[in-house]
């Protein structure tokens, strides 16, 4: 358990809105810029089921005169991913005159129709960082690993992230960022509340998150945000701490029985007012808003709202513990943003090979995961980060780690599903109602 109890004055007030296109927060970033869903966010993109055919895409050949000119979409982690990115391509194109890096920044709200938009219509970006990649492999829209990187650069990265981001054998997203989550909780209400120790169990967690929320004064006991922004990585928190799984084999498997249990009691939180109002409008970004502002007993967070904390309410009484399971045994969701890069028009591939390998690199690339605060996927990067204690609670769930199964070419399709239709059990939807819904998606 890590405990938190700063003594410094309250930083202002937050907004506890449940209607934000931000991504992960507003922490500048001399803090750790701020993160997804980890958020994160880790949110998807929703293109698998996408009809995509050929190579080539794109209006021109990428070639600007004496060089190569490379379009590059990324998500927006924080207030400081833009300028982070800008300041590693202005060093990049100072030493590689004859290449010139066009950035673009999206939020993880607007994203996933950007990516559509843009491969529908042959425009796809040369190089894109998201999560998931393999419909765009499945499609052979997508350059492996080892065309793009150089081979020190592949063999830097930790094997269980390179087999995340390989399909029978064969690696094509680069993973970029990775997080786990653990539960914070407010240390503080639980005193007032009576609540002794943070939760183990589910049983624990009701009872808790009841016992704080009878606080009253708009005080909620759990955060459960089941908005577009991140409802997959919710539900896969209850899903994986009951032992479930989205697939059977390689198949999409999302109405099963331990699915459904885990949905049904996740309903059964909100139904009993442990939640928030209305967890189906919460996207988790103006969620952490609210616990930050000392409003909401527990919720799963991820290594950038330790920073978040200490820029936006550094007098916050917080601690993190392991997340609750049915039966109390650990589990922790992992999540793995990737860097692809599409077979486009033009003779490109030497030069995203160079920038790749330039983003790769020990310095740029500890910098870029430090800034951001999330965990590193390269074994350089796991030394050279080894010894910062801000994210040292989350190195430590990370091997009971359970991931989504990104590699499946219905997962996007899927995923898409979930944040479009999960937040429905708040509305009085049956759980397996919702469930057939979203496997019904997933068939396509």
């Not at 843009?118 to 990649?133: E, G, Y």
């Not at 240390?187 to 120790?197: Q, Y």
């Not at 009484?317 to 890069?341: E, N, R, W």
């Amino acid at each position: 358990m890590i405990v938190h109890d700063s003594k410094e004055n309250r930083s202002g007030t937050i907004t506890a809105s449940q209607d934000s296109d931000h991504d992960l927060g507003d922490v500048p970033a001399s803090v750790e810029a701020d993160m997804k869903r980890f958020v994160r966010s880790w949110a998807a993109v929703a293109v698998a089921g996408l009809t995509l055919t050929g190579c080539g895409f794109g209006a021109d050949d990428g070639q600007s005169e004496g060089g190569s000119t490379l379009s590059f979409l990324v998500p927006s982690y924080s207030d400081g991913t833009k300028a982070l990115w800008e300041g590693i391509i202005a060093d990049f194109e100072a030493a590689h005159s004859d290449i010139n890096v066009e950035l673009e920044i999206q939020s993880w709200d607007n994203i996933n129709d950007v990516v559509r938009t843009k491969v529908q219509s042959n425009a796809a970006p040369d190089i894109l960082n998201i999560d998931a990649f393999s419909g765009f492999a499945a499609d052979d829209l997508l350059y492996s690993a080892d065309e793009v990187v150089s081979a020190n650069t592949a063999a830097d990265f930790q094997q269980s992230f390179a087999d995340n981001a390989s399909i029978d054998g064969t690696m094509y997203g680069l993973p970029l960022i990775a997080s786990a989550r653990t539960m914070f909780y407010n240390t503080e209400l639980f005193e007032r509340a009576g609540v002794a120790a943070p939760p183990k169990t589910w049983d624990q967690l009701l009872d808790a998150a009841k016992k704080v929320a009878g606080l009253g004064n708009g005080v909620y006991g759990y955060g459960m945000p089941l908005g577009s922004e991140e409802a997959q990585a919710e539900t896969s928190i209850w899903t994986f701490g009951n032992g479930g799984s989205w697939t059977n084999g390689s198949t999409i498997a999302v109405n099963t029985p331990a699915n459904l249990e885990a949905v049904t009691f996740m309903k059964r939180m909100i139904d009993e007012k442990a939640t928030q109002p209305d967890p189906g409008a919460s996207d988790r970004t103006p969620m952490l808003d609210v616990f930050i502002q000392g409003k909401i007993g527990m919720v799963v967070a991820l290594p950038p709202t330790v920073g978040q904390i200490a820029e936006k309410n550094p007098s916050l009484k917080y601690a993190s513990a392991p997340i609750p399971t049915k039966d109390g045994q650990p589990m922790t969701l992992g999540v793995a943003d990737h860097l692809m890069a599409f077979k486009n028009k033009g003779d490109k591939q030497e030069a995203v090979k160079t920038f790749l390998d330039y983003v790769f690199s020990a310095p740029v690339y500890t910098t870029f995961v430090d800034t951001e605060g999330f965990l590193p996927t390269t074994k350089s990067g796991a030394a050279a980060l080894a010894g910062k204690t801000k994210i040292a609670s989350f190195l430590e769930v990370l091997p009971n780690a359970r991931f989504y199964p990104s590699t499946n070419p219905q997962w996007a399709t899927t995923q898409g599903a979930m944040q479009s239709l999960m937040g429905q059990i708040g509305q009085g939807k049956e759980p397996g109602t919702v469930l057939d819904e979203i496997q019904a998606k997933a068939n396509g």
